[in-house]
């Protein structure tokens, strides 16, 4: 991304009348009520459609917090929610494109996703001038955007790391690694201890995805942007850089640096191993940094949870300081709400700086998408801390990951094929060829 863009982040840190929407229980329904209203006081059923599971924990809990608030404040909206795994949610989105698209959904912002939605004239457009003082990171709304046009809001900054314990770090005499060679012979180390080194949602494809263009990121810096860009237009992964990071992916699970059956076991799976002891590290992105604050996870555990990013390749270019980091999901407006000006009003609500941001800061959640330094107090968990400090010493981000740069196709396409090469099923050549006749 833009260096603007650095720069900000780190300076930052009804009139009665029966009318049923998108996803109403055709109930009577008005054009307003309560703080929200023209008139009138009857019901009014929005359906928020989201992939966000957990409503007790992380962003799950603050996006139901908001929802509470905004139906006490708004006696006469019942925002009604249907919360999915993101895997079952995707599948469910596609088959609600096709009829009977829920009021608020959530998207992704990438073009893997948000390219067939909006060709399809499923998200309705959103008046971008309303957002002038919500506090967006530049450029953090480019990705939700077609011909000049906004479709979605962003909700994240997400930063690709390894979650460690540091106690089970300290008690081994373990130290965190510099170098990916360092990190392999860590690996020995751990698997000598009988513990997993990294625990690896495998089954689901796309993380293992986005640890191909961490590594990929570290061999090419900030270029390879352009080189992944390049290579999906043209249909041609030939270029090294692609070839050498699937070799070290390889390499990696070859020497076993993931868990047996990491390429078949899912996100709970491996989310599991890492915080009940099995694994010493998780490798996930930043949104699960309120790992920290759940308290269903052991005490002596959460208190530990530490992050470092992809160490440094022999030979490559990358700084430690260079992020594999996007702006990721976000919320959106569905084209056929009937009630749409009152969905509006509600994803507008969301977003407001003090409630996804700031409620999102105060639960530990990850990183936003808009400015969140006025709610720091220094009593954050040192997990968030050292999240930020990631943020706020950036010298550059990766932008969006490979498997979400291209078409739908391509991103089946690489997320099934990964899980093969790693495990050698596939050859590397192989692998490149068939994700590259995939973008054409």
């Not at 969140?372 to 990766?398: D, F, H, P, V, W």
């Amino acid at each position: 991304m833009r260096k603007k863009l650095i720069a900000t982040m780190m300076a930052a840190v009804m009139t009665a009348g029966l009318i049923t929407g998108c996803g109403s229980d055709g109930g009577k329904t008005t054009s307003g009520g309560g703080s929200s209203s023209k008139g009138g006081n009857e019901t009014i059923t929005l359906k928020l459609f989201s992939n966000l599971p957990d409503r007790k924990n992380g962003q799950g809990l603050v996006e139901q917090k908001i929802i509470d608030e905004y139906m006490e404040a708004n006696k006469n909206i019942k925002i009604e929610v249907e919360a999915l795994d993101e895997e079952a949610y995707k599948t469910k989105f596609k088959a609600y494109a096709m009829d009977d698209m829920p009021d608020v959904v959530s998207i992704w912002g990438q073009p893997s996703f948000l390219d067939e939605v909006l060709a399809a004239g499923t998200l309705a457009e959103l008046n971008e001038s309303d957002y002038s003082d919500y506090k967006f990171v530049e450029g953090s709304l480019e990705g939700f955007k077609k011909n000049g046009s906004l479709y979605g809001l962003p909700r994240n900054t997400d930063i690709a790391v390894f979650y460690y314990n540091e106690k089970m770090f300290n008690d081994n005499g373990w130290t965190v690694p510099e170098t990916y060679d360092d990190l392999l012979s860590l690996s020995d180390k751990i698997n000598d201890a009988g513990i997993t080194p990294v625990a690896m949602d495998g089954g689901d494809g796309w993380p293992m995805a986005i640890y191909l263009t961490d590594l990929a990121f570290r061999i090419e810096g900030p270029a390879v942007a352009d080189k992944i860009n390049e290579a999906v237009a043209k249909g041609d992964f030939t270029d090294e850089v692609f070839s050498d990071a699937t070799s070290l992916l390889v390499k990696s699970a070859k020497a076993g640096l993931f868990q047996k059956g990491y390429d078949s076991q899912d996100y709970g799976t491996a989310m599991n191993l890492f915080t009940n002891g099995q694994a010493a590290m998780f490798y996930m992105g930043t949104w699960e940094s309120s790992m920290a604050t759940n308290e269903d996870i052991p005490k002596d555990i959460r208190e530990n949870i530490r992050v470092f990013v992809m160490p440094s390749v022999s030979g490559g270019t990358a700084k430690n300081t260079d992020l594999a980091a996007w702006n990721g999901g976000g919320y959106a407006v569905s084209q056929g709400c009937q009630n749409k000006e009152e969905a509006i009003k509600f994803l507008n609500y969301m977003y407001q700086p003090d409630k996804l941001s700031k409620y999102g800061w105060e639960n530990g959640v990850g990183l936003s998408a808009q400015d969140q330094t006025s709610y720091t107090t220094g009593n954050e968990t040192e997990l968030q801390k050292q999240i930020m400090s990631l943020l706020t010493n950036a010298t550059s981000m990766s932008g969006t990951p490979i498997n979400d740069c291209g078409p739908s196709a391509f991103k089946t396409v690489i997320e099934s094929e990964i899980q093969n090469v790693s495990n050698g099923t596939t050859s590397i050549d192989d692998f490149l060829l068939t994700i590259g006749k995939s973008c054409q």
